[in-house]
Nanobody, 116 residues
Framework: QVQLVESGGGAVQAGASLRLSCAAS?????YAWFRQAPGKEREFVAA????????NYADSVKGRFTISRDNAKNTVYLQMNSLKPEDTAVYYC????????????WGQGTQVTVSS
């Protein structure tokens, strides 16, 4: 059974940093992070390809968040710096086994709360 397990969330003050991890039970070509704030729709945060040579980010997190992966550990990370209260959300890891297409596999989410 495929599993994606996120960790690293928590409650911090504005300006702090957190690193989220997503451990996968299998091999995936592409990973992404999404987030969903209370009362809002889920939104894209960042994505990375198999080799890690291609990444993209939502405009709201560019320059503050960095996505990376360790294929030997089947793990993807999201380093979040200079956190803002508007980053408060449940963060979800997503994955797929083809270079293009929808993300078929999702984790259960990890809560990030940023206070001002």
């Amino acid at each position: 059974q495929v599993q994606l397990v996120e960790s690293g969330g928590g409650a911090v003050q504005a300006g702090a940093s957190l690193r989220l991890s997503c451990a996968a039970s299998g091999t995936f070509t592409n990973y992404a992070w999404f987030r969903q704030a209370p009362g809002k729709e889920r939104e894209f945060v960042a994505a990375i390809n198999w080799s890690g040579t291609s990444t993209n980010y939502a405009d709201s997190v560019k320059g503050r968040f960095t996505i990376s992966r360790d294929n030997a550990k089947n793990t993807v990370y999201l380093q979040m710096n200079s956190l803002k209260p508007e980053d408060t959300a449940v963060y979800y890891c997503a994955a797929r086994r083809v270079p293009i297409g929808p993300y078929n596999y999702w984790g259960q989410g990890t809560q990030v709360t940023v206070s001002s």
